[in-house]
Structure formats: C-alpha cells, structure tokens
C-alpha cells in the first residue's frame, strides 16, 4: 500500500519560504497527480494545488502567485514551494494522492504543522 | 469558484441512530466529481465516498451518498462509536478544488 510522509521545518520566519517535500513510499508515482492541502481553524481545508507524473501542474488561484510544487521521480518525491509567508499560511499541511478514475484523494500523509513567525 | 456549504455544522446522536449530513454546491456539480470524507482528531481526512454514490475501498456499507446537482448527501445507517468524527464534502468540476467546511458528528 502507497504512503506518504511529510517532511520539513515546523517553523517559518515571515516573509520566507515553506519548503516541504513529501517521500511516496511502496508504489509508483506514474499515472497520479500529488497534491498539497492544508488545514488550519480560519480556513478549513485548502487546496493548493497538484503536479503529475507528467510535469504538468495546477495551483489553486488564491496561491499561485507564491506557490511552486515540483516532482523528483528518481527520489520518489514531490515538493512545495510557498514563498512570503505570513502568520495566514501557518496551517497543517498535508499531501495526498488524487485518483483520476474516482476524483479523489484516496491515500493522505499524515500531515506536518507549519508555524509562520517572526 | 465552486462553495460547498455543509449542514448542520455538528450534530450530536447516539451510537445506534441514524446521521444525515447535507452538502450544498453554489452551482451544479456532476455527481462524479463530488467526494466525501472523515476525519478523526490527529488524523488526515480518510476517503469514505467518491462519484457521490460510491463507498471507497474498505468503506462499511453503513455509509451511503446521495444527491444530484446542488444538494448532496452522505447517510450514516447506524452510527458506531468509531464513526464520531468530522464530515467534509470536496468537489473539482472546476479549479480550484475546494472542501466544505464540514459537520462534526459528537455524542
């Protein structure tokens, strides 16, 4: 069975970037597209946004001007970038596998907290 | 962008009865793209529901989805005590992808 996990600092200085990475453990990263979510009290549940296998990649709108999501096929991972953050990105943050076929996230990391701090 | 409003915000029941938990879209979705999930506390969103109607893999046949257009709905059929979690409807007919906000099913 996939899994995911997280990894990356827990605490960010405002105005610099997240960087994460997410390790795709016991299967193949072809065919899917590998998402970040986050989760925090003021917003719920927020799509990021995805890259597939392909190289191809979607960002959410409210994001894409400070969001970069990469793949390393080699090293089985994927990544996010989110550059200038503020206290409103402090959030749990998840990566999660979408399948096409059902149009859902079907497998989830665990999730790694973000602190955004000065 | 397509908002997903979830109703009731919590629900408080017994182990035994019977939870309905609503999702209403701000425009038609296609039923194939709206999805269901549960989320326990310290854990990641588990998928129970995908194409509106379909149990994911593992999923008991408890929960069931329904609902067409703008209205959506997943059934719990007789709530065990490890069904007490959080509730949230997720739809991508078009980007961005967004959740709602969810329903909390407590004792």
């Known amino acids: 069975q996939v899994q995911l996990q997280e990894s990356g600092p827990g605490l960010v200085k405002t105005s610099e970037t997240l960087s994460l990475t997410c390790n795709v453990s016991?299967?193949?990263?072809?065919?899917?597209?590998w998402n970040w979510i986050r989760q925090s009290p003021e917003k719920g549940l927020e799509w990021i946004g995805y890259v597939c296998y392909s190289g191809n990649t979607n960002y959410n709108p409210s994001l894409k001007s400070r969001v970069t999501i990469s793949i390393d096929t080699s090293k089985n991972q994927f990544s996010l970038k989110l550059s200038s953050v503020t206290a409103a990105d402090t959030a749990l943050y998840y990566c999660a596998r979408w399948f096409e076929e059902w149009r859902a996230f079907d497998i989830w990391g665990q999730g790694t907290m973000v602190t955004v701090s000065s | 962008e397509i908002v997903l409003t979830q109703s009731p915000g919590a629900l408080s029941l017994s182990p035994g009865e019977r939870a309905t938990l609503s999702c209403r879209a701000s425009q038609s979705v296609d039923s194939n793209h709206l999805g269901w999930y549960q989320q326990k506390p310290g854990q990641a969103p588990r998928l129970l529901i995908y194409g509106a109607s379909n149990r994911a893999t593992g999923i008991p046949d408890r929960f069931s989805g329904s609902g067409s257009g703008t209205d959506f709905t997943l059934t719990i059929r007789r709530l065990e005590p490890e069904d007490f979690a959080v509730y949230y409807c997720q739809q991508y007919v078009t980007s961005p992808l967004t959740f709602g906000p969810g329903t909390k099913v407590d004792i």
């Open positions: 016991a299967g193949s990263m072809r065919s899917y597209c």
